[in-house]
């Protein structure tokens, strides 16, 4: 946290109006699972035999320079030089997500060293059930979790990652969200799902405004130990308590192609660098207000995450958060440990009309401005 806030501020005292926060990593396409709302392993087999090499991962870090880097893919415990990539990272000081299923993680877990700059993000859609039939294979939550197990107690950072989609039902996210926290994760990430046309399932999608149906009928019995990996501001655009604009260039996309454009989400051609990426894409294009009809109803969290964080390191931001804070714990008598008074209290605050609100903060208009 202490290093994004020094890496945003320092980007706002410079000027720079557009700049990435995580590198989507994506080492190769190849996945273990055929989840349904997945739009990237119906690529053709001689496209998910390739491999982002080691050499590669780690220029592109370099030549983006986030903080943070998301390896997803695809599976990429897949990858048999993935060991390679985390370490070059870590040795980057880089802070790794890396994103997997677990399928594999009981048997490769001993190849990794906990590091505090590691964490191993776990894909887990829900409960038993639900989870099994997402990823179109039973027996997936149980392997999930003992791996999970596993990994807590050698001692690695573990998170959930949960992609929600209109088959979810408020309770039974409520009682996975408790489950998660029994087994000790750190934290749990949410987004809703991404409507990929090449999906096998189509119907599974939310519309805009069912996903803040859905998230309000969540959160209106949340509980005190649930710990979200998700900025406050996120959450309240979420549950509609405020209006962001995609910052598609927050988190950029490199794989076995190169620079994805826009976005980790859609496939518009593809960049040799960085720069290129960033001077070439018709940034304007894109998102809601851009007209873009295939970003109507996304609301996925690669892509507003980065928006509610410039929002959060504006002034106003800084002065509702602040402010949020100081009403959770003093005036409420709350537990300064317990992180959901604090997450509700300033997804109140941030209901509070401000330039966001108009598209006017930093990366989060139209414009870019």
Known sequence: ?????????????????????????????????????????????????????????????????????????????????????????????????????????????????????????????????????????????????????KAIRLGFR???????????????????????????????????????????SQEIFLSRERTVQLFRKIFSRGQKNWKLNLSPNFVAFLLGKRDYDCTPWGTPTYNVFGWQKPCYLLSDGYARSFGELMADTDWHKYGRRGGEPRCRNCMVHCGFEPSSVCDTFSLSGLFRHFGAARHNFDDNGEDPNSPMPALLGAIDAAAKPSACDHGSCCSTSSSGE
């Open 1 to 149: 946290m202490f290093k994004v806030a020094t890496y945003v501020l320092g980007k706002k005292l410079s000027g720079q109006k557009r700049y990435p926060l995580v590198l989507m990593l994506e080492p190769l396409f190849r996945c273990n699972l055929t989840c349904e709302g997945c739009g990237k392993v119906q690529y053709p087999d001689h496209l998910l035999r390739k491999r982002v090499s080691p050499t590669q991962a780690l220029a592109a870090a370099n030549e983006c320079g986030a903080p943070m880097v998301s390896i997803a893919g695809g599976e990429p415990l897949l990858h048999p030089e993935i060991v390679e990539i985390v370490e070059g990272l870590v040795a980057q000081g880089r802070h790794i997500y890396l994103c997997t299923n677990a399928l594999l993680l009981s048997r490769k877990i001993d190849a990794f060293k906990p590091c505090k700059q590691l964490t191993f993000s776990v894909h887990m859609d829900g409960l038993e059930t639900e989870h099994d039939h997402s990823v179109a294979r039973k027996g997936t939550f149980k392997i999930a979790r003992e791996a999970m197990e």
């Open 158 to 200: 573990v998170t959930t990652n949960t992609t929600l989609f209109n088959t979810a039902d408020p309770r039974r996210v409520r009682l996975f969200f408790d489950e998660m926290m029994k087994i000790g994760v750190s934290d749990m990430m949410l987004s809703p799902g991404y409507a990929y046309p090449k999906a096998p």
